[in-house]
Every structure is written in C-alpha cells, then in structure tokens.
C-alpha cells in the first residue's frame, strides 16, 4: 500500500539502524509512548537491530489500557440494561472490570455491539428511535474529535437517544506525571505522531525545556521510528533537548486546526484516573455543559449510583508497573501462565496496542523457537 | 487505538459530514472528511475511526523516502569498502 510499503524497507532499516549504532557512545532510555509503536516495535523486531546501549521502554499510550475499571463497570452495568444498544471498539470487549467485562455482558444477554466509528452509533441511533445508543468514548486525542463530532451531529439531528460514556485522556499530561515521578528514567520520548497529527507539537515545548528532553513526533512504520530513534540519538549524544518532527507527512506543528476547534467546542479538560497509575489532574476530557444531555453518565446517574466505589483491580495484575515503564511484560510472574488474551488478569493482555499482548502475540513463538532471529522479521 | 491509514481520495460528498470514498490500495470506504476542509480529490489523507484527520504532504513523503533510499545506498557502500579494506590488510 502506498505510503506503508516504502517506510518498511529492509536494506534501508539496517542502514538507519547502523547510524544510530555509529552515533551512540552512552547508554539511553528512550519511551514510545504510543501503544501502536510498541506494537510495531515488537512485530518487527525493531528492538534487536538497536545497540545494547540504547534502551526502548514502553509507555502508557493504550487508551484500551488505562481507562479505569470504575468506568468499565459503568460500561458493563450500561450494557446490561434491556433498553440501552452499548457501542464499543473491540478492543474494549474483554477488558476485566471489578467482576465483569463487555463480553461478559454480551453473553448475558447485553446488547453490545462492535463499531468501527462513532458515526456507526449515529446511525443506530437514527434506525433505533425507541433505544438507547450509548457509545463507550474511548481514546487519545487522535479519536476525540470523532467522537466531538458525532456529539455534533446528534445535536443538529435532534437525536434524544444518544449519548457517550466519556473515557477520553490527554498524553501530555501523563508524559509530564512520567518525567515527575520518582525512579523516572526516561531520556528521551518518541511521542505519538497521530496524536500529534490531530494537536499538533506546541504543548510538548515547555515539556521538553522544563525537564531537558528531548521529544521527538513520530510515525508508526518501522522506517518512521528507526528515524525517530535516530534523531533523538542524536539529540542526546549532542545534549540537546528540543521538540522534532519525523512524522512530517502527517504532522504540522499546529496540528490540524479543524479538529482542535471542534475538540475546544465540545470537551474541556478534566481530572481523570489511569488505571494501574492513578489519578492525573487534567488529563481526561468531559463534555461540557451545553453538551451534557449527551453525557451518559450524567443521563444514567441514578442507575449508575450503584455501581460507586466498588471498583476492585486484581491484585495480581502489575499494568501499573507496566504502562510506566518500568517493568516489562515478560517479568511478570503471571505472563502467558495465570494471564493470557483469553483469561486476562488486566487490560494491557487484549487490547490491540497493551505492551503484553504485544509480547505475547509476537515474542511467544520467540521463546519456543530460539533458532530463529528477532531480526528476521522485517 | 491512534492507528490510522493513508488512503487516496476518489470523491468528496457534500453532506454535512462530508462523506468521501477513500481507496486502501484498491478497497473502498466512506469516511468523513469534515476535518480536512483543505483536501481534494486525488490526495491521500490519514484515516482514523471513520475520519480523515490530516491530508500526506506527498512532498514530504517523497523526501523521506528518498532519504532512506541514499542511507542504504551509502551503507552498503560503507559496508563493502570496509569488507575490501579488511581483505587487504589480512
């Protein structure tokens, strides 16, 4: 396909790779902090073309992931109800809540259907005037304005039925919450290029200058982040700290301003919990007020008063650890024996973009075949 | 969850959603265009969730490309003169 074979070059990878090999001198940790790139860096073996001196951890971005299990609750006990349709991304599905996941309640009877857009939920909504559509809002800022955008339509369609369990977070600040922690040992960040693609690079800045990291935008194939390690290689061997562009097909340094408008119009920031992390001031988005008869948690509140203050995490389940770096999956006492994609013990197992479904799907066969090389995947 | 995939526009609708096909190397979808007021049809936009949120800077992409081809090219050179260097000194 145009624009994805190109950037999945095998002879120019290793070419890529081997600068970045002549230009490092010291040991680097670098975070992806995109989910997708994880994936693709796990797929590919991206990580065994790299020196051993450079070190890729990997970051929270798998909204799937965070999103805490108090709202999965409240998702459950939405999709539960005779007169609600609950629309979700797949990846949702099997997400373990205090008891019960999507699935759980599907088999139970539950009306969940799977949507590749919100605007599929739209248009239940419109062939389903005696139901409830509930959407499941989950995602960065690359799927936010989607989302925005369905609000929009319902409001000009004057649709009544259709209303958005909001899950939506922000990077920045969960970037800022790493950098702050104590035990960060983050040097540098290939940030997430699609969230960038949609908000543009502006706000990393004063990241960037306040903690002296370098930052770079960054696309998703295989040629995209070898670059993207590359320049920041070359920022940290060079003690510079600034915010860089790889992804310069996709990204402006303003973003997309359409989309950022229509984001200001109908979220606003609020506080919000990160699974396994905790809570983060300013991090998640709400709807705001003159949008709010499409909030469903506000629409449900007296049916979802009682789901309040039982969330339970399983206490075997170290995603916290995980989603900051500083474990990985693989040291897990539970990966692939008590926690599979199929019995998950937390989100980071089944969703598309979690850090030990990544490992699981890709490096198992790795395990059972040790003859055959990381490398040899691309 | 941000993946999103190039794809060329083959026409632009004039609902309100701007509903466009996109062609993934050959498949077709309707996506939104909404969010790229600036796109027409032939250029590739980035796909997410039913929406087109940038339009590919063909330019930049041409580049890259370009310069990923010269770092192979170099490298192979710099691979196979230093093989011929070490033969000449063994």
Known sequence: MKYVDEYRDRSAAEAVANEIRRLVTRPWTIMEVCGGQTHAIVRFGLDALLPEKLTLVHGPGCPVCVTPVGLIDQAVALASWPQVVFCTFGDMLRVPGSRRSLFDAKAAGGDVRLVYSPLDALALAQSHPDREIVCFAVGFETTAPAFAMAVKEAARLRLSNFSLLVAHVLVPPAMEAILSAPGNRVQGFLAAGHVCTVMGYTEYEPLAARHRIPIVVTGFEPLDILEGVLMLVRQLEGGRAVVENQYVRSVRRQGNEAATALLAEVFEPSPRAWRGIGEIPASGLRLKPAYAAYDAALKFRRELAQTAGRAEEDPECRSGLVLQGLLKPTECPAFGVRCTPEHPLGAPMVSGEGACAAYYRYRKPVMRDASRSIGDRM | ?90
């Open chain 2, 1 to 90: 969850m941000c993946l999103a995939v190039p794809g060329q526009v083959v026409n632009i609708g004039d609902d309100a959603l701007r509903t466009g096909t996109i062609s993934f190397g050959g498949m077709t979808k309707h996506v939104s265009l909404a969010l790229v007021p600036e796109v027409r049809v032939g250029d590739y936009v980035i796909v997410h969730v039913g929406f087109a949120i940038s339009t590919v800077d063909e330019d930049a992409a041409l580049r890259a490309i370009e310069l990923f081809k010269a770092m192979a090219a170099r490298d192979r050179r710099d691979t196979v003169s230093a093989a011929t260097a070490s033969e000449e000194t063994s």
